[in-house]
């Protein structure tokens, strides 16, 4: 190892790098395929591409590409806070809500303190724990779900920061809203709990309540969301946390500089507008849902049932079936990383890319 790079922290060190899904230029330099004939389910992005009125956007923002964006991002709040009914200085924007996770971790977690996240929960709590040499408490999972009272209960003295993916990525698994608010009523107010609301669009009305009402009387609640999956926005990079304003404060001390680029500012923009998209991408996951489980129950796998844009199916064997469907252009993710060795997680595509899936799946699962 070199000289310099052995004195890097030995918590930097140990850190397994995040592994993306596999790109489809990829599989089709490695299996000599054409990138039309592969179908990539395999990073939860939303099938039906993003909104016309993005793309109009973004087009007319090209002329100003030689400007730095607006490091405040004021039009892009402004627009989230007609959307959310929050003040601008509730907002904290970043390349992704990945970017503001890692900001979270920054400002509250360094050695000498802890964060809790769940057994399976989203693997960046973990890493963005590890990168700023705190320690990470992992709780274990009840049912693949959190088990939110056992995180409760193993807050310690010197937890700062508590994780919750609500629905969870890979599992899908949701917990409602009076386990969440039993959480927040247990958990101390100097830590600071994070909702990820990664995948809320795709919650059924029935589950799906206004969170941010919540910020009043949980000063510590920190709720990020994202315009990478409902939205369609996964390529541009912006998501954004609403959390109380001193929070806030504290969080956009370690942003960097212009982290939400232009044309992310302006594409985020045009998206919240148009929220028809987003029923009709959650449509579409519905319908994608139903056929990718019927498929499972057809073909006589477990899975656990899910609340997100993808689903993870037990086959045995994940590492060998997963090669297989390479080898048939279909690109799904293992997730061997989460504890789940013998599971695959398919994202929800159109209704062409599951059939084509579910058909590779049978001709893999013992070929
Ligand atoms: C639960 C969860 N949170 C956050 C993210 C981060 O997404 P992004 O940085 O694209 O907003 C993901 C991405 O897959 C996720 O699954």
Redesign the pocket.
């Known amino acids: 190892m070199l000289d310099a790079c052995e004195q890097s922290p030995s918590y930097i060190r140990a850190i397994a790098t995040y592994q993306p899904g596999k790109p489809v230029s990829d599989l089709a330099r490695e299996m000599g395929l054409g990138e039309t004939t592969i179908v990539k389910l395999a990073s939860?992005e939303n099938p039906l591409g993003a909104s016309p009125l993005t793309h109009a956007a973004i087009s007319a923002q090209l002329s100003e590409l030689a400007r730095y964006p607006d490091g405040n991002g004021f039009d892009l709040k402004q627009a989230l806070c007609a959307h959310y009914s929050v003040l601008p200085e509730q907002i904290v924007l970043g390349s992704?809500?990945?970017?503001v996770?890692e900001l979270v971790a920054r400002a509250f977690l360094a050695a000498g303190t802890s964060s809790v996240y769940s057994q399976h929960a989203?693997v960046?709590y973990p890493l963005a724990t590890q990168a700023v040499g705190a320690a990470g408490i992992e709780v274990p999972a009840r049912a693949f779900g959190h088990d939110l009272p056992a995180m409760a209960a193993a807050v310690r003295g010197d937890t700062r920061v508590l994780w919750i993916?609500n629905p969870?990525?890979p599992t899908g698994t949701f917990c409602p809203a009076e386990q969440v608010q039993d959480l927040l009523a247990r958990v101390p107010r100097r830590v600071v709990v994070v909702l990820?609301e990664?995948?809320n669009e795709y919650l059924p009305d029935a589950l799906r309540v206004d969170t941010t009402r919540w910020l009043e009387q949980h000063p510590n609640l920190v709720i990020t969301r994202?315009f990478?999956k409902a939205y369609g926005l996964?390529g541009l990079?912006v998501?954004f946390a609403l959390a109380h304003a001193e929070i806030c404060d504290l969080l956009n001390r370690v942003r960097l500089p212009f982290n939400v680029n232009s044309l992310a500012q302006a594409g985020a923009q045009a998206a919240l507008r148009d929220q028809a998209f987003v029923q009709r991408s959650r449509r579409v996951n519905d319908e994608g849902m139903r056929q990718l489980t019927e498929g499972f129950k057809r073909l006589e796998l477990d899975y656990i049932p899910s609340l997100g844009n993808f689903v993870s199916v037990c086959v045995g064997d994940a590492g060998a079936v997963y090669q297989r469907l390479l080898r048939r252009g279909v690109i799904v993710r293992p997730v061997g990383a989460y504890g789940l060795p013998a599971h695959l997680r398919v994202t929800v595509g159109v209704e062409s890319e599951n059939a084509r899936f579910l058909q590779a799946l049978e001709l893999s699962l013992h070929a």
């Open positions: 939860n992704g809500s990945n970017d996770l989203f960046v993916a969870n990525n990820d990664a995948y994202t990478s996964a990079r998501g």
